[in-house]
């Protein structure tokens, strides 16, 4: 990987490279560990005058912190539940982010769930490419910059997303790769439980009941997505994630604690937001904004 692209190297055959690419079945990972990633390395570089602008924008970088809500005794002491709605609907309004600590799920259970999606990605390539797939209906697929075909620069991740549906239609666990069966089965139970408790906190912020979006089925189901950013020659040049918002309700991320690649845009400006040990971060998507 060498600089960043310049019009005059539009000239080499993006569409074909990307599909060359996607038709490995093998993500960004696969493709450093077949060593093709030389002739294929174009396709990750960020445009010049996007990293001159982001280069702009890190020099003027401010210092702030996005808020963490304690969730301790959120269902036991209501005066206690009313200072925590409260934090909501203020992180909610001005940010559209907080963190939450004391959330009741085991530190074991998330540990498992980064676990189990590590050896998934260490998984023989040839037993990953069965669930390798751009089919959104799939309930269980892997691949790589879901946008690769739209986007300018291919993201330096790959990705195993796994759909769960509430009640009755639960995910058949056999679907799963056996890799993270087990954990992924604990972690959705005990994130549907987070995940209903934060609607009901949401809806308290609104002035509603507790359980009114709750009754509008925003919680009936929910996607797990397992990102994987495979050590990069040259980070400065590529991109994990592009710049987005979330369509849904709301998401609860966990971060890893080896480095800090999240960021939001507050006021203008992009801030990091530093793993906080045991805390997970929740994001308030289009959906829900649109219908408050």
């Not at 002491?77 to 907080?98: C, H, L, M, Y």
């Not at 609860?252 to 997970?280: F, K, R, T």
């Amino acid at each position: 990987m060498g600089g960043g692209i310049d019009d005059e190297d539009q000239e080499f055959n993006r569409t074909e490279m990307l599909k060359a690419f996607d038709e490995t079945k093998a993500g960004v990972k696969g493709l450093i560990d077949s060593g093709r990633l030389p002739e294929l390395s174009k396709i990750f570089m960020r445009p010049s005058e996007e990293l001159i602008q982001d280069h702009l924008t890190t020099t003027l970088k401010i210092h702030q912190v996005v808020p963490v809500i304690d969730l301790t005794d959120v269902q036991k002491n209501p005066d206690r539940r009313k200072q925590i709605v409260e934090q909501v609907r203020a992180a909610s309004e001005t940010w559209g982010f907080f963190q939450v600590v004391n959330h009741g799920i085991p530190s074991e259970v998330v540990d498992g769930m980064i676990d189990g999606v590590e050896r998934f990605n260490d998984m023989d390539v040839e037993q990953k490419k069965k669930y390798y797939s751009r089919d959104h209906t799939r309930s269980v697929r892997y691949d790589s910059s879901y946008d690769l075909f739209q986007s300018r620069t291919a993201s330096w991740r790959d990705t195993l997303t796994i759909s769960f549906n509430s009640g009755t239609e639960s995910q058949d666990p056999h679907d799963l790769p056996p890799t993270c069966r087990e954990s992924a089965m604990e972690y959705s139970k005990n994130m549907e439980v987070l995940g209903n408790s934060v609607l009901g906190l949401l809806s308290e912020a609104l002035g509603l009941k507790t359980d009114h979006l709750k009754n509008m089925e925003c919680c009936r189901g929910h996607r797990l997505c397992s990102h994987y950013y495979p050590a990069c020659p040259l980070p400065e040049l590529a991109i994990g994630t592009t710049k987005h918002s979330d369509v849904g309700f709301f998401t609860i991320l966990v971060q890893n604690q080896i480095c800090s690649g999240l960021q939001v845009l507050y006021e203008g400006q992009w801030i990091d937001i530093h793993p906080i040990p045991g805390a997970l971060v929740v994001n308030i998507g289009d959906l829900l904004q649109q219908r408050a």
